[in-house]
C-alpha cells in the first residue's frame, strides 16, 4: 500500500511538472508569435508613413515649384518684357498649381479632422440630384481633356435626404475624380442617382478604368495609404480621396462600397439614408446591379 501510495505521488508530481512546463512552453509561444504580429504591424506602418511622407513632398513641392518659377519670371517683367500671351499663361499656370497645392493641404486637415473625431456636419434636407446637377458638369472639361466620356443619369423621383450639401458635394467630387483619374483615354465614367423605396437615396460611380484587385482596395480605403506608392506612379494623388469619401458618407449614417475587376473598371456605390436608417442590402440592389459602365460584375 506504501509503495503504492509514493508511486502515485511522484505519478502526481510528475504531471505537475509537465502541466507547468507545457503551460510556460505555450504562454512563450503566444508571446513570441504577438511580437512578430507588432514587428510586421510595425514595420507596414512605417512602410506606409514614409511612402506617404515621400508622397506628400512630392505633391507639395511640385505646385509650390511652379509658382515660385513663373512668378519669378513675371516679376522680372520689367527687366526682359513678357508678351501679354505669356504673362496670362504663366498666371494660368500658378493658378492651377495653387488650387492644386490648396487641395493637397485640405484633404490632409480633412482626413486629420475626421480622425480626431472633430469632423461635423451641417444637416439639413437637400436634394441629392440638385448636388449632382451642379457638381458633375464641372468635370466636363477633365473628361473631355482626358479623352474619356462622362455621363449621369439622375432617377427624376429622388426625394430630399437630410445632410450637409457642401460634404456631399465633396464626396461626389473625390469620387468622379478618381474614376476619371484612373480610366484611359477613350474610356467611359458613369454616375447614377436612384431613389430608395425606404425613402433614402442612392448613387454610384461606374468607369471602365484600371481596376484594383481586392488587397488594392483595402489599401485604397486606407488613409495614407496607396495602390501604387512609388515616385513613378502613373497618377499623381495624395491617396485621401477614398478615405475621405467613405468617412463623410459614414458621419452622414450611410454606407460607401467598391466592386472592381483589374484592367476591366471599377464602381463605387455610396447609400445615403433619408431621417431614419434605410436598408444597406436595398440600397445595394438598386445601385450595383448593372455593374461599372458595362464592364465589371
Known amino acids: 500500500m506504501l509503495n503504492g501510495a509514493i ?17 510556460d512552453a505555450i504562454l512563450r509561444h503566444r ?3 504577438a511580437e512578430h504580429a507588432a514587428r510586421i504591424e510595425s514595420e507596414l506602418a512605417n512602410k506606409v508613413k514614409s511612402e506617404f511622407i515621400a508622397n506628400m513632398s512630392h505633391e507639395l513641392r511640385t505646385p509650390l ?68 446637377e451642379a457638381a458633375i458638369p464641372g468635370f466636363q472639361l477633365a473628361a ?3 479623352g474619356v466620356r462622362l455621363e449621369y443619369r439622375i432617377d427624376p423621383a429622388l426625394q430630399p435626404i437630410r445632410g450637409d450639401a457642401v460634404k456631399v458635394r465633396q464626396i461626389i467630387t473625390n469620387l468622379v475624380s478618381n474614376a476619371l ?10 454616375v447614377e442617382a436612384v431613389r430608395l423605396a425606404a425613402g433614402g437615396a442612392a448613387f454610384v460611380v461606374r468607369d471602365t478604368g ?10 485604397a480605403l486606407t488613409p495614407f495609404g496607396q495602390v501604387d506608392g512609388t515616385r513613378s506612379r502613373w497618377r499623381e494623388g495624395t491617396g485621401l480621396g477614398l478615405p475621405i469619401a467613405k468617412a463623410l458618407v ?28 434605410v436598408s444597406i442590402a436595398e440600397g445595394r440592389d438598386a445601385v450595383l446591379g448593372a455593374g461599372p459602365a458595362g464592364a465589371v460584375r
Not at 527687366?79 to 498649381?97: F, G, S, T
Not at 481596376?211 to 489599401?219: A, H, L
Open 210 to 219: 484600371i481596376g484594383m484587385t481586392e488587397d488594392e482596395i483595402r489599401i
Open 7 to 23: 508511486g502515485f505521488s511522484k505519478s502526481n508530481g510528475l504531471m505537475s511538472e509537465y502541466s507547468s512546463l507545457l503551460g
Open 31 to 33: 508571446a513570441r508569435v
Open 65 to 132: 515649384n511652379t509658382v515660385i518659377g513663373f512668378s519669378k519670371l513675371i516679376a522680372e517683367h520689367q527687366r526682359r518684357r513678357l508678351p501679354d500671351q505669356e504673362i496670362v499663361e504663366y498666371a494660368n499656370l500658378i493658378h492651377d498649381a495653387a488650387g492644386h497645392l490648396l487641395a493637397v493641404i485640405n484633404d490632409i486637415l480633412d482626413i486629420s479632422k475626421i480622425q480626431s473625431g472633430k469632423y461635423t456636419l451641417d444637416s439639413r434636407d437637400l436634394s441629392l440630384g440638385e448636388v449632382l
Open 250 to 277: 459614414e458621419l452622414h449614417g450611410g454606407r460607401l462600397e467598391i466592386r472592381s475587376i483589374k484592367s476591366k473598371g471599377t464602381e463605387v456605390a455610396v447609400i445615403l439614408p433619408a431621417r431614419h436608417q
Open 144 to 146: 473631355k481633356e482626358a
Open 181 to 190: 483619374k484612373f480610366t484611359q483615354e477613350g474610356g467611359r465614367v458613369m
